[in-house]
């Protein structure tokens, strides 16, 4: 909610995030900012699940940047619109984009994201 609230979008199509998307290419996704077959070797399943490692994007966006670090996608994502990742409490400094700092990466996001959510609240 609070992502929405806050006018969260889909990192390549622009289009707002909202449950009510039809079909494949804009349909709403978990998605994994750091993809799991980037971490396997270094982490286990459950950390690669972390819901800080999570962000909502459509179908088509999700299946072009497959197995992707950070570091390789976001650079045109960046030119394209930084707000679309603000939107999402996501991190984009380049020293946090790859695998090797995943950890301060979840904890950077998970402090941007608590902050956010205590604003939502009046907190």
Same mark, same amino acid.
């Given at each position: 909610?609070?992502? *929405? ?16 998307? *039809?079909?494949?290419?804009? *349909? ?8 799991? /077959?980037?971490? %396997? ?21 999700? *299946?072009?940047?497959?197995? %992707?670090?950070?570091?390789? &996608? ?5 030119? %394209?619109?930084?707000? /679309?990742?603000? /939107? ?7 020293? =946090?984009?790859?695998?090797?700092? &995943? ?17 939502? =609240?009046? /907190?």
């Amino acid at each position: 909610m609070t992502f *929405r609230a806050d006018g969260a979008r889909d990192w390549h199509s622009n289009l707002a995030i909202a449950l009510g998307h *039809r079909g494949v290419q804009h *349909r709403l996704q978990f998605h994994h900012i750091f993809p799991k /077959a980037v971490l %396997k070797s270094r982490f286990t399943s459950r950390e690669a699940d972390d819901i800080a490692n999570l962000s909502f994007i459509g179908g088509k966006t999700s *299946r072009q940047i497959s197995d %992707k670090t950070p570091s390789e &996608y976001f650079p045109k994502l960046l030119e %394209k619109s930084q707000s /679309a990742f603000v /939107a999402q409490c996501i991190p984009t400094q380049p020293d =946090l984009l790859g695998a090797e700092r &995943y950890k301060e990466f979840l904890v950077e996001r998970r402090r941007l994201i608590a902050a956010r959510l205590n604003s939502f =609240l009046g /907190a």
